[in-house]
């Protein structure tokens, strides 16, 4: 098997553990201050990682280091605008179309400020991807509400975010000033990680001491139930997830791969039914199948060659 059908095969497992995270963070920010969750999710997660990658952490880079921080900055501006939207949601839903649309724009922002070439299938396979994602998500319509624009600012940083991460974690030949080569050493997917996950969670905290004056609650005034919540956050939807994700975008240089990442919202409206006791409608289901038609798409170049080989076989 390929890089990129390994990557593509992650990054399905990654949409998993980030749609079932949508139902931990839900049920956490009900229960407490959402920055404050941000932070102990991500410190934690990041924690562990760190404590995996010790030795790869002694023999950083200061170049290393800086790529790092820098991912987790945009991150953190990414994550903070994302919960905020979380708390202020009337419908999970439509927080979750107006994230997706963050994997629809990766392609655009890569070929404009990056210079990235994009395949045709990719542009022929985004608006089908945005239709099938407003008719899954918008089933109660849309209203312009304070969480929709956390939401939308996410969804922007998000897409620059995903670009940064897949540089970082490859390596490149980049122009640097004065016109001289600068070779750029990927940074270890491990590495990238923790390092990302602690900055978010220390930018998170500094939002949260600025934000939330609720630090001065205690936490034993908290039901034991968010623990969990908090737990699963972090090792499931947070240091899993985004470990998987950093290592399957280290296997590809190439941006147009975030477009399985539409599938995001496909599971999070399945884990919803299941967890909230929905029910899918016909537009849903419908929604559902013009997103995997939008994957059918964008991966139809390496899809016809596979047939094409196993017709061969036969």
């Known amino acids: 098997m390929s890089n990129a059908h390994k990557s593509d095969l992650l990054l399905v497992v990654v949409t998993l553990l980030a749609a079932i995270s949508w139902m931990f963070s839900k049920e956490a920010v009900l229960l407490m201050p959402p920055l404050l969750f941000m932070a102990l999710r991500f410190l934690l997660a990041g924690g562990i990682l760190a404590l ?12 290393h280091l800086k790529r790092s921080v820098q991912v987790g900055l945009v991150f953190g501006v990414a994550m903070s605008c ?15 179309f107006l994230t997706s649309l963050g994997v629809v724009i990766v392609p655009v922002i890569a070929r404009i400020g990056f210079g990235e070439p994009q395949p045709a299938s990719t542009w022929l396979a985004i608006p089908v991807a945005v239709a099938g994602l407003a008719l899954l998500s918008l089933q109660h319509g849309f209203r312009m509400e304070a969480g929709k624009l956390y ?20 390596t490149r030949i ?11 050493e990927r940074v270890p997917a491990l590495v990238l990680t923790a390092i990302t996950l602690i ?13 939330e004056p609720a630090w001065s609650v205690t936490f034993s005034d908290f039901p034991a139930i968010l623990a969990w919540w908090v737990l699963a956050s972090a090792l499931i939807g947070t240091a899993a997830r985004f470990f998987v994700q950093t290592y399957a975008q280290s296997l590809s240089a190439h941006s147009h791969g ?27 289901l419908g929604g559902c199948a013009l997103i995997f038609a939008a994957l059918l798409i964008n991966r139809w170049a390496a899809l016809s060659r596979a047939v094409r080989g196993w017709l061969r076989s036969r």
């Open 199 to 211: 900055t978010v969670g220390l930018f998170a905290s500094v939002l949260s001491l600025l934000l």
């Open 52 to 63: 995996a990658a010790h030795r790869y952490l002694q023999r950083l880079t200061r170049d």
């Open 82 to 96: 994302w919960i905020m939207g979380l708390f202020h949601a009337s419908h999970v839903g439509e927080g979750a």
């Open 151 to 170: 939401f939308v600012a996410a969804a922007c940083i998000f897409a620059l975010f995903f670009i940064l991460n897949t540089r970082a974690a490859n």
């Open 258 to 284: 975030v477009v399985i990442m539409v599938l995001e919202p496909v599971w999070v409206a399945l884990f919803a039914a299941g967890w909230f006791g929905e029910t899918m409608s016909a537009s849903q």
């Open 174 to 184: 980049e122009t640097g000033a004065g016109g001289q080569t600068v070779h750029r």
